[in-house]
């Protein structure tokens, strides 16, 4: 019994690097034979080999599942919108490319789409290496129904996007928007900082449209702020 409820939390090492979908699935239900309920799940390394058939053994299961995270793993549509059903998710994590057989998103827009629909209790959010699949579109529907979120890392975004999350997140306390280019600029953050007084990290690092508008913004109105990461030549010593 102890050792369950210790494995609540899956170790990432058990599932990873099973880049057979048949040895996977038959791996996932071993898995949950023995954990029956649990609450943190990591599939890495694993490729194209998630299929809808393992997303749904993992939902009908899945009732005190808080966190998933998905490290060099491509998320089909089809499996989002089975993971999608679990609405008890408060952590989503996308990282990583795969290359197999070609190159793979980890996962598209209208997958991402469909798991933050249902994710009213999502507090955090990673979408920091998903190539070109995230959008602003993601964002905005993100901010229409996880209105909890509290830790968004993001990539591939613009102004819009963020906006729309800063207007509808307020307790927002993490945003890690670094080297984006110029799509990030100072009037994003400007509506951040008005918006969002809770935030105490902000990494905008590489990203040309950020001066020291934004981050006298973020200075005067985000009291608990403790850490904040810009590069060298976007601010003045002033």
Excluded: M
């Amino acid at each position: 019994g102890a050792v369950r409820q210790w494995l609540c939390v899956v170790p990432p090492s058990v599932l990873r690097g099973r880049t057979d979908a048949a040895r996977l699935y038959a791996d996932v239900r071993t898995l949950l034979a023995y954990v029956p309920r649990p609450t943190s799940l990591e599939f890495r390394e694993i490729g194209t080999a998630l299929t809808a058939a393992v997303a749904d053994e993992v939902v009908r299961a899945g009732s005190a599942l808080a966190s998933l995270s998905f490290d060099r793993t491509c998320v089909s549509d089809a499996a989002a919108e089975i993971f999608a059903r679990c609405g008890t998710n408060t952590r989503l994590s996308f990282a990583g490319h795969v290359h197999q057989h070609g190159s793979h998103a980890i996962v598209s827009g209208r997958g991402a789409i469909a798991l933050v629909t249902c994710g009213a209790q999502l507090t955090h959010f990673n979408v920091s290496v998903t190539n070109d699949s995230i959008t602003d579109a993601t964002l905005w529907v993100l901010s229409q129904h996880c209105p909890q979120l509290q830790h968004l890392v993001a990539g591939r975004v613009t102004d819009q996007g963020l906006i729309a999350v800063a207007h509808r997140c307020p307790g927002l306390t993490h945003l890690d928007v670094a080297s984006i280019g110029g799509a990030v600029t100072d009037k994003a953050l400007q509506e951040v900082a008005r918006h969002c007084p809770k935030l105490q990290f902000l990494n905008a690092t590489n990203n040309t449209g950020v001066s020291d508008l934004s981050i006298a913004e973020i200075a005067r109105c985000c009291s608990q702020l403790q850490h904040l990461l810009v590069s060298v030549w976007q601010v003045s010593d002033e």
